[in-house]
């Protein structure tokens, strides 16, 4: 009986990872969690959009902040930290490639648990 449940166990995780396996940008369940959350606004999952009215974007692209934290220790927190408290607009690296100045916080839009997952597939994006 616990061979079974061995196989069973195997059989799932060997599914799951299917799932994840594949292109991030079609994670239906995550765009619409940032579709929910309100992210959308300010950005766009893909590198190359324009913001409102052919200006820069409002803030920047899933997959060049995946870059741009890729394999950087610590960056799933840091990146929760500034979903949930907002950035400040004197020192972003952002500046001069977005139109807007900071983020701001939104913690009243997303749980911490939610911003933590969106975070892990923002960067999975940037591999």
């Given at each position: ?7 069973a166990?195997?059989?799932l ?18 765009a ?8 959308l606004t ?54 001069g ?10 913690a ?20």
């Amino acid at each position: 009986m616990s061979y079974i449940r061995v196989l069973a166990c195997v059989a799932l995780s060997a599914s799951a990872l299917q799932v994840h396996a594949g292109d991030p940008k079609t994670d239906a369940e995550m765009a619409k969690l940032a579709s929910t959350s309100g992210c959308l606004t300010c950005h766009s999952i893909e590198a190359g959009k324009p913001g409102p009215n052919g200006m820069a974007p409002i803030g920047p692209s899933w997959e060049e902040v995946g870059k741009q934290y890729a394999g950087k220790p610590g960056a799933s927190e840091f990146l929760t930290r500034i979903v949930l408290e907002g950035s400040s607009p004197y020192s972003s690296h952002w500046k001069g490639k977005v139109s807007g100045l900071s983020m701001p916080p939104n913690a009243v839009a997303i749980t911490e648990a939610n911003a933590r997952r969106l975070v892990d597939w923002i960067l999975a994006l940037g591999k």
